[in-house]
């Protein structure tokens, strides 16, 4: 276990155990930049978590978007699924600011820590099972060490998946389903479900953010 949450991150960062998420990154950083961003430097590399290992609250996406969190090196920041999530979670009470910009602004979270199932971006926003593998340890590690750990929010099937593969449960004891809570054995937390915030899924309704917020309120008990 990592007791200093910089060396942890650090090694996050610095992992080279993907090679297609390795050429995937160093191409779009080289070749593309969306029209709006071409004189940033976009990180391009695994993308740590953001928030306090003290929070009680573990919020867990998918990957970051290859124009967002690929970009920013902060989850969930700088694309639609961000917005979506940020404003929720200022709306509920967990942040000063209901938008997250860049890692220099000046948002700060309370009780709660975002994460990804995996921390690069992968073409098409789809891992491959292996790359999915390959990023197991450090979630497993992140969950250890959050020792006030109450909730864990899967953002998704996927993220739900990895979860349930970290505790060493089995995937059909616990079906994903949004808004359902999961009681992990010998576990002090939750597993809590939710529809991605994807914009995918608030233009076809299938998450809309009423839905979402109420999500977001059952952390709160």
Sequence with gaps: MYKDINVFDERVISCQKCPRLIKYANETKKYHKKKEFLNENYWCKPVPSFGSLDSKILIVGLAPGKHGAGRTGRPFTGDYAGDILYKALYDSGFSNYKKSISKSDKLTLKNVRI??????????????????????????????????????????????????????????????????????????????NSYHTSRYNINTKRLTYEMFLKVIHKLNH
């Excluded at 789809?126 to 020792?147: A, D, V, Y």
Aim: aromatic share 6%; glycine share 2%; net charge positive.
């Design 115 to 192: 994460s990804n199932a995996v921390r690069c971006a992968p073409p098409q926003n789809k891992p491959t099972n292996n790359e999915i593998i390959n990023c197991r340890p450090f979630l497993i590690e992140e969950i250890r060490m959050m020792s006030r750990l109450k909730y864990i929010l899967a953002l998704g099937n996927l993220a739900h998946r990895q979860i349930i593969q970290c505790v060493e449960e089995r995937q059909s004891n616990y079906k994903f389903e949004h808004g359902a809570k999961h009681k992990i054995p010998d576990s002090k937390w939750q597993l809590v």
